[in-house]
């Protein structure tokens, strides 16, 4: 039942040094500001993450040949080595846990480029050579047409996917893309597909690409055998460092290199990186509730102080009180009220102005590749929400404590 004198008293007393209650207030509010902020904060870094690695299978690896730092069965140091046709095969029978495996080339090599020529029109592209399964461990999301499919492969088509970039620098907006040719090296190839970048980072990179069969940018650019190098998944269950140390041995023992040697391959675990940047987004998670939920009981313990300075001004009210019939569980109720509605109003107020800062800072955007929609979930606000009323409920007790071991002639007798 909602007792009306008993919230006008409880707005009496919070109003009677409009100073003090705010100064009080303020710790508490600022508490949940900054935990409000500091949990969006790290939500932003979370989702900028999953949107920098989204597109890529994260149980996934590359590898690729360096030169060679130890000597080895005749051959000295300092030796370049390839990757070859022969170790698709071997890679799929000889290493256990391999799910998906891709050998790539790259005209150029490594970040290379070449011109690409439609008519009068030219530009610098990044020309890869892929099989149809670099989808299952690099997604393209096609605008139009297909991706490469297996019997590209097998008949050594030249065929082709280009990316929205390529499209807009060599083909007019009216202009059908499908069907028609471009020229790399002075081989043509007819597009069968657009593809767009889903990712913030290395957009243009990959908008900025051409896909051609593996096996006919073998033959067109005279690459023989040679394989580029090896992007390649694990099964579930099977730790992505085991396959790729599973790789490069077998490769160690196929191309003469000593098995300790440590410059010969070149590596990138995406899933070891994965999992350190979800291990570090955990730890700053963490602090963040650490830190706010600190400095919300700095607050709470400031509400508390503040709750026992005004019952030691209410000593004779209380005094009157209790000599008059007034149950104990009255003056607890009013003590643990106050701190309360003080606590509950000033943390709201935190939360809301935390959530605002959040949505100015998206409305302005003010995001970048690793820092994307800053926000706090429903269960997040629920959260702080609880631990505001056990604050306040804290804060309240031990005022209420000490109201109750007032005894009523003390209280007549005091100034």
Not at 131 to 149: C, E, K
Not at 372 to 392: K, M, N
């Amino acid at each position: 039942m909602f007792d009306r004198e008993l919230w006008n008293e409880i707005g009496m007393t919070l109003g009677r040094n409009k100073l003090r209650t705010f100064l009080t207030a303020f710790g508490v509010g600022w508490g949940i500001f900054m935990l409000v902020v500091m949990l969006g904060a790290a939500n932003g870094l979370r989702h900028g993450t999953e949107k920098a690695f989204s597109g890529w299978a994260t149980n996934s690896a590359f590898i690729w040949t360096q030169r060679t730092s130890m000597p080895y069965h005749g051959f000295a140091r300092g030796r370049y080595f390839n990757f070859n046709n022969d170790d698709i095969d071997a890679i799929k029978r000889e290493v256990p846990g391999v799910q998906y495996l891709a050998p790539r080339n790259q005209l150029g090599g490594w970040r290379g480029s070449n011109n690409v020529v439609r008519g009068t029109k030219t530009g610098p592209f990044n020309i890869y050579g892929d099989v149809p399964d670099i989808i299952r461990i690099q997604s393209v999301a096609l605008d139009s047409g297909r991706f490469l499919n297996e019997k590209d492969m097998l008949d050594e088509r030249k065929v082709c996917v280009i990316g929205k970039r390529v499209q807009e620098l060599l083909f007019d907006s009216t202009e059908a893309v499908i069907g028609d040719h471009i020229r790399v090296n002075g081989v043509y190839f007819r597009v069968v597909g657009v593809h767009h970048s889903t990712r913030s980072e290395n957009s243009e990179e990959e908008d900025n690409t051409v896909y051609i069969p593996f096996s006919t940018f073998q033959a067109a650019f005279n690459y023989h055998n040679i394989v580029g190098w090896f992007s390649v998944t694990a099964k579930d269950g099977v730790e992505v460092s085991q396959v790729e140390e599973g790789i490069k041995k077998l490769m160690a023992r196929r191309h003469d290199v000593d098995p300790n040697d440590q410059m010969a391959f070149g590596s990138f675990n995406l899933a070891e990186q994965f999992g350190k940047m979800n291990m570090l987004l955990v730890g700053i998670s963490g602090l963040s509730w650490i830190v706010g939920v600190m400095t919300l009981l700095a607050g709470a313990i400031g509400i508390s102080n503040i709750m026992l300075v005004v019952v030691k001004e209410r000593t004779k009210e209380i005094g009157v009180r209790r000599a008059l019939g007034a149950a104990p569980r009255v003056i607890r109720k009013q003590i643990i009220m106050e701190s309360l509605v003080l606590t509950v109003l000033a943390g709201y107020s935190g939360l809301v102005l935390g959530v605002g800062l959040l949505e100015l800072v998206q409305s302005f955007g003010m995001e970048g590749d690793f820092f994307v929609r800053p926000e706090v979930d429903l269960s997040t606000a629920i959260t702080a929400l609880i631990v505001l009323i056990i604050s306040g409920l804290v804060a309240g007790l031990i005022p209420a404590s000490r109201a109750l071991r007032i005894k009523a002639v003390d209280a007549l007798r005091a100034e």
